[in-house]
């Protein structure tokens, strides 16, 4: 699917509509589709903001030198560990 079609598909589909009672106007967006042009035109169009979803780091392990995760499912994070995207209006 290119990302015209992604785009498309999000506003005309309910894919990635999040439903009345949520605060988002769409969720559970890839990670991969949100640098893409036809993506940065539609969040400046229609105003909006992406909030980051994925595991949030809970700490660094000095021991085993790794970045230990929550498994509690989609949380805030930094775009770096993001998974999804949710998008708001600003």
């Not at 699917?1 to 949520?22: C, I, L, Q, R, W």
Request: aromatic share 14%; with cysteine.
């Amino acid at each position: 699917m290119d990302t015209t079609e992604f785009v498309f598909k999000m506003v005309f589909g309910n894919e990635y509509a999040s439903p009345f009672s949520e605060g988002s106007e769409y969720k559970g967006i890839p990670i991969a589709e949100r640098d893409t042009l036809e993506m940065k035109r539609f969040m400046k169009r229609n105003n909006l903001r992406a909030r980051y979803r994925g595991p949030r780091r809970v700490g660094y392990c000095k021991w085993s030198q790794k970045v230990e995760t929550t498994l509690q499912g989609r949380q805030d994070c930094l775009k770096s560990d993001a998974t999804h995207f949710s998008l708001y209006k600003a």
